[in-house]
């Protein structure tokens, strides 16, 4: 039978490589954590210039075409004219919802003689019939 010394010395060496193994555990996590949050902050740091990026690409475009609209160089001139189209659009459209704004549908219509309900009508999709 084993003595309380033999037993206190190999509990003793059991606990010390235990606590051996947790300190290197710990490291190691530090470690890791360390890593994980450098990749994150760096991460974030690519993302914020890549954002950055965006802006300024924005606001380049939006400043050449206030300045070379009228006369921009052959290369852009195609995507200038689209964006002369697209704000012209803009403006009649929202000249449009303004007069809408300004106006009900009981103002403008008799509704005794009215032919928006037949307009609805028109504009109804069939509906579709289930199939037998």
Do not use: W
Not at 52 to 73: A, C, M, N, Q
Not at 88 to 101: F, S
């Amino acid at each position: 039978m084993a003595n309380y010394d033999d037993i206190r010395k190999k509990a003793k060496e059991v606990v010390d490589t235990i606590a051996d193994a947790s300190v290197e555990a710990y490291k190691l996590a530090e470690e890791k954590a360390r890593v994980l949050a450098k990749k994150a902050k760096l991460n974030a740091g690519i993302a914020n210039d890549r954002a950055l990026i965006r802006r300024l690409k924005v606001e380049i475009g939006g400043t050449y075409y206030k300045l070379f609209k009228d006369s921009p160089d052959e290369a852009l001139k195609l995507h200038c004219d689209d964006i002369t189209v697209a704000l012209e659009r803009i403006a009649a459209r929202q000249r449009e919802l303004e007069e809408l704004r300004n106006v009900t549908a009981f103002d403008e219509c008799d509704l005794e003689n009215c032919d928006c309900a037949e307009e609805a009508e028109e504009e109804k999709p069939e509906e579709e019939k289930p199939e037998e």
